[in-house]
């Protein structure tokens, strides 16, 4: 059953960008590029704020049809919030030990791609940590058939503008949030420095923070794992902090949970990390 999964998520990763340079190398037009404007910054965020920082770590609060509306964005670029949700967990649980599938001790590969292919823990696992969200048909459907919704949109824009719409606003999303996380999961657990002393290995990256709109701050994102804002300092550039305050302010979200200047003081801000050790 695992050895079947691993090819099927192996062999999407690989059609996916094969699909996309072959459009590149084709020729694509204008319209093409207007619908990955359109589509790309709603499938970041979908990775970014629902996957991550919501369906992971209850960043906030939501109502259930908003809930479900982070699900599909997520899975524009077929990320499966559910599934994503019992592996983070398990992240953060065992980071930089043997039991974390995707830290870079276990290697460049597997820390990039082959934990995508093969995520390392049993679907038991996966859903005793993501248990809360099993309560909820529409999600557990959505967990069961996470790659419908992104290839129900292939479909559409196949349709609509042939095969380059197809690979540049359906496929091109997914191969570019694929590396920006693996980005976050590689470089900022062996480069870059260290704000906080946590028991992992997790860093801050301020290349990869621009990269990732503020995901790379992810030493910060370690030691406060339910915060919604992962850049602390005001410099530290979290635009997906700012899509929240957005959410939160159309009423679409609350109980967004802050970590205030006490906490931050009394956390050992400025004790690791030369940036933070001169007091900036
Ligand atoms: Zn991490
Ligand atoms: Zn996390």
């Known amino acids: 059953m695992r050895t079947g999964q691993s090819l099927f998520r192996g062999g999407g990763i690989v059609l996916l960008h094969l699909l996309v340079l072959a459009a590149l190398i084709v020729g694509t037009q204008a319209a093409d590029w207007w619908v990955f404007a359109g589509v790309y910054p709603v499938a970041a ?19 259930r049809l908003f809930q479900f509306a982070l699900a599909l964005m997520a ?61 909820l048909p529409e999600l ?72 990732t709109y503020g995901e790379g701050w992810h030493n910060n994102h370690h030691r406060f794992p339910r915060s919604a804002r992962a850049g602390m300092r005001w410099w530290e550039l979290d635009l997906f902090y700012g899509v929240i305050c957005l959410l939160e302010a159309l009423g679409l979200i609350w109980d967004v949970q802050r970590i205030d200047k006490h906490r931050l003081q009394a956390a050992g801000v400025g004790t690791i990390g030369t940036k933070y050790q001169q007091g900036v």
């Open 45 to 63: 965020i979908g990775v970014g704020v629902a996957m991550h920082r919501y369906f992971a770590h209850q960043a906030f609060r939501t109502s």
């Open 75 to 135: 899975s524009l670029s077929f990320g499966n919030a559910v599934h994503f949700a019992g592996k983070h967990t398990l992240h953060h649980r065992h980071s930089d030990t043997p039991r974390d599938v995707h830290t870079p001790l276990q290697g460049w590969w597997q820390c990039w791609l082959g934990s995508l292919i093969d995520c390392g823990h049993s679907e038991d696992e996966i859903r005793r940590e993501a248990r809360r969200y099993f309560e």
């Open 140 to 211: 557990v459907w959505l967990y069961r058939h996470g790659s419908i919704p992104a290839l129900v949109l292939c479909a559409l824009l196949f349709a609509i503008g042939g095969f380059s719409m197809m690979a540049i606003g359906g496929c091109l999303p997914s191969v570019l949030l694929l590396h920006q996380s693996s980005a976050v999961n590689y470089f900022c657990h062996c480069r870059g420095s260290r704000a906080f002393a946590t028991r992992d290995q997790s860093r801050n990256h301020p290349v990869v923070a621009l990269l």
